[in-house]
């Protein structure tokens, strides 16, 4: 039976003490225990910065690739194995800003993938630039005057495009994320998870104390209605003095591979190649 210590890889942990994507970590182990799959039938993707170095701190499947550039990946690996549990572990900058484009035609298309994104509101990795998702008047070394900008409304333009799984976790409940990663993981198309994630080093705002006095869990008693999408709306713009966390929509819809009929056909990883010849296709490049 496979343990969090099984998932613990060799390479040292680069974050800060007191990161939030400890818990984001933490959190994923344990959702990856409890799903009871081998470490080989589970893919871990992601592009660059803090949050894109957690598949390096976990022993299973990992490709790591470009700013941005998860989200194909991650759909393509699904589409050749669809065995495969396929998970991406993006950042705010890395999903919204760089990969801003694919990740609005992956909400579309919906493969059957989770999506986690470390949502600390700042660029960490390239030292405190302001992301997609900061709050307007945040003052940092590159926004002196604090940001102007609107932020991006990740969880409403999800909803919008018609995402099947919205929630939000927060990096400090470890038990309550590592539920939502199951749920996500469970739901078959596109689930997104956006984690309130501290930067205890460029954001000074959004701290662990910051956010305990706001986060609030939205579906402990059970009364509300996830599969409304006006409510889901409503509760994913609420944000200052409280902010939810929990799966705020969830509708299950036709994944990408069976709106495209992949269920009736062979895995591109099982088709035999023996006898493939390649020789023609070869020529066109050489």
């Given at each position: 039976m496979l343990e969090a210590k099984d998932l613990k890889s060799n390479d040292e942990i680069a974050w800060c003490p007191g990161c939030g994507n400890f818990g984001i970590l933490n959190a994923l182990k344990q959702a990856m225990v409890q799903l009871g799959r081998e470490p080989k039938d589970i893919l871990l993707v992601s592009g660059i910065g803090q949050a894109a170095k957690l598949p390096h701190y976990i022993k299973c499947n990992c490709f790591n690739g470009l700013h941005g550039r998860a989200l194909p990946v991650a759909t393509a690996a699904k589409l050749a194995n669809r065995q495969l549990t396929v998970l991406v572990t993006t950042g705010d900058g890395d999903c919204y800003g760089e990969g801003g484009n694919h990740f609005i035609h992956a909400v579309r298309r919906n493969p059957d993938i989770t999506v986690i994104v470390h949502d600390n509101q700042i660029y960490g990795l390239t030292k405190g630039q302001a992301s997609p998702t900061t709050d307007p008047g945040f003052v940092t070394k590159f926004q002196p005057s604090g940001v102007v900008l609107e932020p991006l409304h990740s969880l409403q333009m999800a909803i919008v495009l018609g995402a099947g799984f919205v929630a939000r976790g927060y990096s400090t409940e470890?038990?309550?994320?590592?539920?939502?990663?199951?749920e996500g993981i469970k739901h078959r198309g596109f689930s997104l998870i956006d984690v309130l994630q501290p930067c205890v080093t460029f954001n000074r705002k959004n701290t662990h104390e910051w956010y305990a006095e706001r986060v609030y869990k939205v579906n402990d008693d059970g009364s509300?209605?996830?599969?409304?999408?006006a409510a889901a709306l409503h509760k994913a713009a609420e944000w200052g003095d409280r902010i939810p966390i929990g799966i705020l929509y969830q509708m299950q819809k036709k994944s990408y591979e069976e709106n495209i009929g992949l269920y009736d056909r062979i895995p591109l990883v099982e088709e035999p190649i023996e006898n493939t010849d390649i020789s023609g296709i070869l020529k066109e490049f050489i």
């Open positions: 470890k038990d309550h994320l590592s539920w939502l990663i199951l509300y209605p996830s599969g409304d999408k």
